[in-house]
């Protein structure tokens, strides 16, 4: 199995997290995201003790919550010890509102509104990470009016190139996001920041991608921000406190995705990040990661129920469920490749070449291409593996569909953490 939360059983049904999935579709109904507690801990505590392993401690993950947002995951997430990023004032306030302390959030985004700005500093939010100047203008103006100092860190764009889907490509120079360091931008920010009377530059922040699966870039990145430091102590005579390498880390969706344990990725970093500050005689910065897909991906798997097979002679078979790029936007957005399985059949000989087709008005609603999968029925359960990343998040109302309910399971049992949308729920905004 692609994750290690999930089995088969001996009748034959797929279980997470010692929960079968038949089961959990009599109780709960579909499309349903299921989501392992278990799992998520696990990497988290991973992740953790590689901080220690490698840094002494002197550094955190950061759950980057763009991937999976709601109240419980926040929840966990702190108890875990990990911080928390967010990037729009929903997912502040959602954050703030399960309990995250605010210096422990670190607030992303490439155009954050001057009421999220002033969210934020009301708040106390640990880490805004500026992206531009005018967002370091708003801060500062904010200040003027409100007295409150804001304390920030820039988002540079180190200039890597990493090997990923180029919608989710962030850390070359033609990126919607960040300050430039070879044209300069990026020391010019830094200099005005140190002219401002309400902010307080305390580090610096990159992320080349996401759904990396080599070591490279990241060690390059490193490096290059490294080398930035340097010259901030050597020529503005500044020592910032904290590196954010972001996040990216690629998980697996397929089985010939060929993932690098993060372990290993924290080490090599953390060599080049020892080697680079020894040979500058440089205090090793606080460092920081940001992974999100990483952290909730493997542990979550969509189920649906399969209602018209429809077989066209020499052309596919398309097979309907009743979930769809609402739900699962992925496939139509990046061609993401999933596995799936009949989650009540699951092992039976995966010889019926199907595509997946949501319940959308768009032919374009897929969630899979000619993938392998046992012969289905109407009735059967699909199931979708590693859709604990940017499904829910991504999720939309498109055709009127209510959202899916989501449930967290741990050591065989379950519970809902985000209810399923009614009808109701989908007119409440409208006069
Ligand atoms: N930090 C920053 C500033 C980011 O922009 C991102 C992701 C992360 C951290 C977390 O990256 P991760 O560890 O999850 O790869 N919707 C796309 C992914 C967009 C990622 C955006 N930024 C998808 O479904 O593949």
């Not at 990497?43 to 919550?65: E, M, T, W």
């Not at 990725?265 to 953390?270: A, D, F, L, Q």
């Not at 897929?366 to 990343?389: C, H, M, R, Y």
């Amino acid at each position: 199995m692609i994750s290690d939360c999930l089995t088969i059983n001996s009748q034959g049904h797929l279980v997470i997290s010692g929960c079968d999935t038949v089961e959990l579709v009599r109780e709960y109904g579909t499309p349903l995201y299921v989501m392992s507690e278990d799992k998520i801990r696990q990497v988290c505590r991973r992740y953790l003790s590689s901080f220690q392993k490698n840094y002494d401690g002197y550094g955190c993950p950061i759950y980057a919550s763009k991937a999976f947002s709601c109240k419980e995951i926040y929840r966990i997430i702190a108890q875990e010890g990990l911080e928390t990023e967010v990037v729009s004032g929903g997912e502040l306030y959602t954050a703030l509102l399960a309990g995250v302390p605010a210096e422990k959030i670190h607030f992303q985004g490439n155009n954050k509104t001057p009421d999220e700005l002033q969210f934020a500093v009301e708040k106390n939010v640990g880490d805004i990470v500026v992206d531009n100047f005018y967002e370091l203008e708003l801060l500062e103006a904010l200040g003027e009016r409100t007295g409150k100092k804001a304390s920030i860190s820039f988002r540079v764009k180190p200039g890597i190139d990493a090997h990923t889907h180029e919608f989710i490509r962030t850390g070359q120079i033609d990126s919607k996001f960040g300050l430039d360091l070879q044209s300069g931008e990026a020391l010019e920010a830094v200099k005005k920041s140190q002219s401002m009377k309400f902010v307080s530059l305390k580090g610096l922040h990159c992320h080349i991608g996401s759904q990396i699966m080599e070591k490279e870039p990241f060690v390059h990145a490193a490096q290059v921000m490294l080398d930035f430091f340097f010259r901030l102590k050597k020529e503005l005579g500044i020592t910032l406190e904290h590196l954010n390498l972001g996040g990216g880390f690629g998980i697996k969706y397929i089985e010939k995705d060929d993932t690098i344990p993060y372990e290993d990725y924290m080490e090599t970093v953390s060599r080049a990040v020892h080697k680079k500050c020894a040979e500058a005689d440089y205090p090793i910065p606080k460092i920081y990661i940001e992974p999100g897909r990483s952290i909730v991906g493997e542990a979550g798997i969509t189920l649906y129920t399969v209602g018209a097979v429809k077989e066209i002679p020499q052309v596919r078979n398309y097979v309907s469920i009743d979930g769809g790029m609402f739900e699962n936007p992925r496939y139509a957005l990046y061609q993401a490749e999933y596995t799936c399985l009949l989650g009540n059949r699951a092992n039976d000989p995966a010889d019926y070449l199907a595509t997946i087709a949501g319940k959308c008005c768009e032919s374009g609603d897929l969630i899979q291409e000619n993938t392998l999968i046992q012969k289905p029925q109407s009735g059967d359960i699909l199931a979708v593996l590693s859709t604990g990343a940017y499904n829910y998040s991504m999720a939309s109302n498109y055709n009127r569909n209510p959202r899916p309910a989501c449930v967290m399971v741990s050591k065989g049992k379950s519970r809902v953490i985000i209810r399923r949308e009614t009808y109701e729920d989908l007119v409440l905004n409208d006069l």
